[in-house]
Every structure is written in C-alpha cells, then in structure tokens.
C-alpha cells in the first residue's frame, strides 16, 4: 500500500465515522501504521494534521468550501486569471482543439508520447502530441495506463518519452523546480465540450462551482445536464480542474476518478489556499 491508498482509506475512515470525531489512534490503526508515522506522513501529504484535515471532510465539505466571504461564488469563480500564488496557477494553460480529421481518424499518422508519473493521488499516465498534453489520467497500473490509452488512440503511433510537453506536469503536485512555461492542452472533443472545459480553467484554487453555474456562465442556462456530462469526459485531470464542481445543494457529485479522490484534491487545495493567505497576512 503506498502512501496515496494510505490517505485515501484514511479520508474513508474519516468520511465514515466524522460524527464520531476519530481520535489519531483510530485513524492511524485503519491504515496500519503507528499513530506517530500516521500523523508525519499525513501532514507531509496535505501541510496539516490529520485532526485540522478532518473539519474538510464532513457532510458539510462543500457547504464549507463555498462560503466566500461578502462575494458571491459565481463571481468569485470566474475573476479574469487565476488567484493565490500556487504552481499550478503561476502557468498558463490554455486548449487547443484537435482537428476534425485527428479526431475522426483515431489517431492514424498521429505521434503521441507518454510517460508514467507518481503523484500524492496515485499513478498518472501523461501523453503529449507535439501540440500538447491529450492526456493525463490516474490510473491503477503503468500497464493498464498504456491499454487506455491504445484504447483511445488504437491508429496513433505511441513512444514512451517524456517530452517538453510533460515537463510542467510534476508542478502541479508541487514536484521539481518552478517553472513559467505555458501548458499546452491538445484535447478531441465537441465545440461544447471544449466551451465547458475552458469554463473550469476559471475556478480559481481553493474554490468551488456548480453544474449550473457552469452552465450559465457558458451562456446555456438549461443544459446543467449535458455539462455534468462534459465534465465527466474530461481528459486531463486536474490540470483542467472538474474536481472543483459539485452539485447545487452542495453534495460532492460524482468523479471519474473516485469520490475519495474527488475529496482529497479539494480538501488538499483549500488547505494550500489558506496556508498562503496565512503566509501573506503574517
């Protein structure tokens, strides 16, 4: 079990028994480590103690997170630019369509690298044409990354190579030196798809959105369905960020990657956003 699987089935021990309020004995016993270990690598993991970690993580995690102060969410969602000073934010990123004809012919004549990376949420598979990242999934097994991905791409010619499209990628776990290089996103999908895509680049770090708003900031009030559905095809995870939408009443919603997942991002990212505001008051 690596230390990933170790957090996650600690955010299901919390999740399951918050009402109890679990001591760090108990939680640390869940993941078979002693209550010392439990707690460095935890706040190695997500800059906090476990026991702080917890107030993110009841059934009102969503309701919490979108509270913003005297500015409504669906302003503060879409500011010009992105907000805080993290890695992630201090790059740009920016989609690029695939043509119709790449798109149609499942990659036949298309050269696409990838390479396999860790990250704090588990193994990643990253693959790049020579327009940009196309794909960028958590996946269980490098083995079973490269079987999704011919599965996609079953005309692509596909090299294991990490090129310079890849190398902003460990940024945005907080890995390798700071970087200002664009990312470039090189994504197949529909003109909606793209539209919704780009809506999320918006949601700042730290804060969340809803199905409906998306939906009405991309000018397409009664469509909230079909961009839950977008946002579900979503190619590129985290970098284009559909963790960060949850449902209306402020339940998580689904993800493709696991709700723990879905949970861990948002918890880790809110608590990376207050750690900085604390930094910048002091």
């Known amino acids: 079990m690596n230390d990933y699987q170790r957090i996650a089935k600690a955010i299901e021990f919390i999740s399951e028994h918050f009402k109890e309020q679990p001591k760090l004995e108990a939680v ?27 107030q993110f993580l009841s059934l009102n995690l969503s309701k919490e997170l979108m509270k913003t102060g005297d500015v409504p ?13 993290s ?29 396999f990376h860790e990250s704090p949420f588990g193994g990643l598979i990253v693959a790049s044409t020579d327009l940009g990242i196309c794909k960028l999934e958590f996946v269980p097994t490098p083995e079973e990354g490269l079987a999704l991905l011919k599965s996609e791409w079953p005309e692509a010619v596909l090299t294991e190579n990490a090129d310079a499209n890849q190398a902003a ?8 030196e700071a970087s200002q290089q664009a ?15 780009e809506a999320l680049l918006r949601i700042p770090e730290g804060q969340l959105s809803t199905y409906q708003q998306i939906a009405d900031y991309i000018g397409n009030p009664k469509a909230s369905r079909a961009v839950g559905s977008a946002i579900g095809s979503n190619p590129v995870a985290v970098l284009i960020p559909c963790h960060r939408v949850i449902r209306r009443d402020g339940g998580i919603g689904g993800y493709h990657w696991g709700n723990d997942r879905k949970l861990s991002l948002i918890a880790r990212e809110k608590v990376r956003t207050m750690a900085e505001e604390e930094m910048h008051a002091a």
């Not at 640390?28 to 917890?54: C, E, N, Y």
């Not at 010009?80 to 000073?85: D, Q």
């Not at 920016?94 to 690298?113: D, F, H, Q, R, V």
């Open 169 to 176: 990628v460990n940024q945005i776990f907080g890995v390798g």
């Open 73 to 85: 969410l669906s302003e503060v969602a879409y500011e010009a630019g992105f907000s805080g000073s």
């Open 28 to 54: 640390a016993d869940a993941v078979h480590l002693s209550p010392f270990h439990f707690q460095r690598m935890f706040t190695s993991w997500a800059g906090i103690s476990p026991k702080k970690f917890q």
């Open 183 to 197: 990312i470039q996103l090189n994504l197949k999908g529909t003109p909606f798809q793209v539209k919704v895509w």
């Open 87 to 115: 890695r992630l934010h201090d790059l740009f990123v920016t989609i690029e369509a695939m043509t119709p004809g790449a798109y149609k012919s499942k990659g036949n004549s298309l050269n696409i690298n990838y390479s």
